[in-house]
C-alpha cells in the first residue's frame, strides 16, 4: 500500500482529510501519546526492576544488630562478648580515661596480655554518654566493651 493512500486512511479514521489542519492535529496528539505510552512503559519497567531489588534486598538483609551488654559489678563498665571479662572491662574504662586518644591500650588480668581497643560514643539504655571500646583477641575473637 502506498503512502498517500496510508495518510488518507489515517485521515478518515481520524476526521478529516489528509493535509487538514485538524488531520495533522489529531495525528501529532497520536504520536505524542504513543511516545509517552512508551516513555511510562520504561520508566515503569525500570523502577519495576527498582523496586524488585530493593525488596530482595530488605528481605535478604541481615537485622540490625544492638550490642547487649551486661554491666559488671563495678557498674562503671560492661562486657558484650564471652570473650572479656569484668575485670578487662574495668581496665578499659581505666584506660580509656588515663590515655589521650581514641585508641587505647588496656590488661587483661584473666589473659595477663595487653590489648589494644579503639572507642568511639555510644548511647545506651543504662548510660546516656557511654564509649563503646572494641578490640580483638589473638584468637581472632571480638573483644567489645561499654565503659561509662
Known amino acids: 500500500m502506498r503512502l498517500d493512500r496510508v495518510a488518507d486512511l489515517d485521515a478518515v479514521q481520524l476526521g478529516g482529510h489528509a493535509g487538514s489542519d485538524r488531520y495533522t492535529g489529531q495525528r501529532r496528539l497520536m504520536m505524542r501519546q504513543q511516545k509517552a505510552k512508551r516513555a511510562v512503559a520504561g520508566l515503569t519497567s525500570l523502577l519495576g526492576g527498582l523496586t524488585a531489588t530493593l525488596a530482595a534486598s530488605l528481605l535478604l ?16 563498665s560492661g562486657v558484650s562478648t564471652y570473650d572479656t571479662s569484668c575485670a578487662f572491662a574495668d581496665n578499659v574504662r581505666w584506660a580509656w580515661y588515663s590515655q589521650p586518644g581514641n585508641i587505647v591500650t588496656a590488661y587483661s588480668p584473666v589473659t595477663s596480655q595487653l590489648y589494644t581497643m579503639q572507642c568511639t560514643p555510644a548511647t ?8 563503646r571500646c572494641v578490640g580483638v583477641n589473638s584468637y581472632g575473637a571480638g573483644l567489645i566493651v561499654f565503659v561509662d
Not at 538483609?61 to 550490642?67: L, T
Not at 545506651?124 to 564509649?131: D, F, G, H, L, R
Request: aromatic letters at 12%; charged letters at 10%.
Open 61 to 76: 538483609a541481615s537485622p540490625a544488630n544492638a550490642d547487649i551488654f551486661s554491666v559488671c559489678p563495678s557498674g562503671m
Open 124 to 131: 545506651t539504655t543504662y548510660w546516656p554518654e557511654a564509649k
